[in-house]
């Protein structure tokens, strides 16, 4: 380059062009203008220019966020989870989110790629975002393990297997599946818990008439959420399978994941915002107030909650999803008179990403810019990477313009009142935050900008992992 002044060289002009920002990835933080061309990132460099440009000084420029495990307008027994594919994927775009996972399950007569297309259908004229779908291998689809590498190939590039509930799986059929995901070259993704005591201590809370929230917790003890994550952990060590293990809400589930990891396997472990921001007390509320934090795993001790801070900032946790399923008041109250008949699960698909900014940076012990590297690697680039989005979660020419804007500086109190999530409450109402998304980029297109909705309904596409 010539230290000349350019004689009236022509510069490029982009469709768009997010001006005087501060670039965070995971690897650095560095001011820099980022274009955009079509649906993708076209240049970052200095002094960029587009037919349209987003001023964002004192901003921060991020890889929009990416949250591998939603449940949206989910059926779970007589409930179906209150955010569907627009609402869900409208709030997730508002939190800065401009992807998510989802999950397809089969009906025992049906294929997966038959249960795969439905789903898809279901999706295809609400999602305002990018999406993709984990494949649940329940116990009636162990006679279908011969479709994995169909579904695999169609793009379910992760299957969903379960320890607890009715989708739950033996050892040996858990062996089968770990066996056939590896086969296919996807990742297992695994709700770890041990349902037999669970369920054993569930009977005998119901026996002695203990039957409110406060027992929830005390029904799904730490250790044996432990121990079923050991459990899998090692059946998928013996295969050479990798993992990754869900909501992991306890410093034991953590300590097993760091274990791994420190022999060199390819063991991942995400938690979510309820367990590095709400605690077991909750459960002591009175009347409803107990029941709407009801989730599973159920929310912890404060230690936990602290360890889990700790293993997010070492390595040993790799991201944060919000497990986002929620179920409105009224529903969650239906579940009173027996803690284990609630709806479970808790809505934090519009605030994951601010949360998380809060916790890694606002409160961080070390740099600045190292919680801030953190904080895009967590939710954004490690998601990406792990679950297979080949252009997403990093900010690079070729990758998607999925791309946000945040300001550091605006602080917020969240409330439902603000929030585009359905179910009529957050757990996080009340809650002081400081920096959040302002404007939401996805393929290009600002789909969400200072509280305005652009996003039309089913311009999200399925993305094949
Ligand atoms: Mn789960
Ligand atoms: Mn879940």
């Known amino acids: 380059m010539s230290d000349k002044p350019q004689a009236e060289s022509p ?4 469709d768009l062009v997010i001006r005087n920002g501060t670039i965070v990835t995971a690897e650095a933080v560095y001011q820099a203008d980022i274009a955009v061309s079509g649906e993708a990132i076209a240049a970052i460099g200095r002094d960029l220019h587009g037919r349209r440009e987003l001023d964002a000084t004192g901003h921060y420029v991020i890889p929009g966020g990416i949250d591998i495990h939603v449940h949206l307008e989910m059926p779970i027994g007589a409930f179906t989870s209150t955010d569907d594919f627009y609402h869900g994927t ?35 004229g609400k999602v305002t975002i990018d999406y993709g779908l984990h494949m649940t291998i329940g116990p009636t689809d162990i006679a279908k393990l011969d479709q994995v590498s169909d579904a695999r190939a169609a793009g379910c590039g992760s299957f969903k297997l379960y320890m607890a509930y009715g989708l739950r799986l033996t050892d040996g059929q858990l062996l089968q599946a770990l066996e056939a995901a590896g086969r296919a070259g996807a990742l297992p993704v695994v709700h770890a818990e041990n349902w037999d005591v669970i369920t054993t201590l569930i009977g005998r809370n119901q026996a002695a008439g ?18 079923a994550a050991g459990r899998v952990i090692d059946i998928a060590t013996w295969l050479g399978v990798p993992l990754h293990i869900f909501h992991v809400s306890c410093a034991d589930t953590a300590g097993r994941i760091a274990a791994a990891k420190a022999r060199g396997l390819p063991v991942y472990g995400e938690t979510c915002p309820q367990y590095l921001y709400l605690t077991q007390d909750l459960y002591d509320r009175p009347g409803v107030e107990g029941a709407l934090p009801v989730c599973s795993p159920p929310l912890r001790a404060a ?4 360890a889990l801070w700790r293993a997010l900032v070492a390595g040993d946790l790799d991201l944060v999803t919000t497990d986002h399923c929620p179920f409105t008041a009224a529903e969650k109250a239906g579940g009173l008179a027996d803690y284990s008949r609630i709806p479970g699960g808790v809505p934090s698909i519009e605030s994951r990403v601010a949360l998380v900014y809060d916790g890694l940076v606002n409160r961080a012990a070390g740099s600045r810019e190292d919680g801030l590297r953190r904080w895009v ?11 297979g989005f080949g252009r997403k979660g990093r900010l690079l020419p070729g990758y998607d313009a999925d791309i946000v804007i945040f300001d550091p500086e605006a602080s917020h109190v969240v409330s439902v009142e603000s929030l585009h999530e359905t179910c009529g409450w957050t757990p996080y109402e009340g809650q002081v935050l400081r920096g959040l998304p302002v404007t939401t980029i996805s393929r290009g297109e600002i789909i969400a900008d200072r509280g305005q909705w652009f996003g039309a309904p089913g311009r999200g596409r399925f993305v094949p992992r």
Do not use: K, N
Request: glycine share 2%; aromatic share 6%.
């Open 377 to 387: 690697d967590v939710c954004a680039t490690t998601p990406a990477r792990l679950l």
């Open 11 to 14: 510069q490029p002009t982009y």
């Open 90 to 124: 409208r709030a997730a775009a508002f939190g800065g989110t401009t992807a998510i996972v989802d999950f397809v399950e089969t009906r025992p007569e049906e294929t997966m790629l038959d249960a795969l297309a439905a789903r898809q259908a279901r999706a295809a």
């Open 303 to 306: 230690e936990h909650r602290d």
């Open 210 to 227: 203990r039957t409110t929230p406060h027992w929830h917790p005390r029904s799904r003890p730490p250790e044996l959420e432990a121990e």
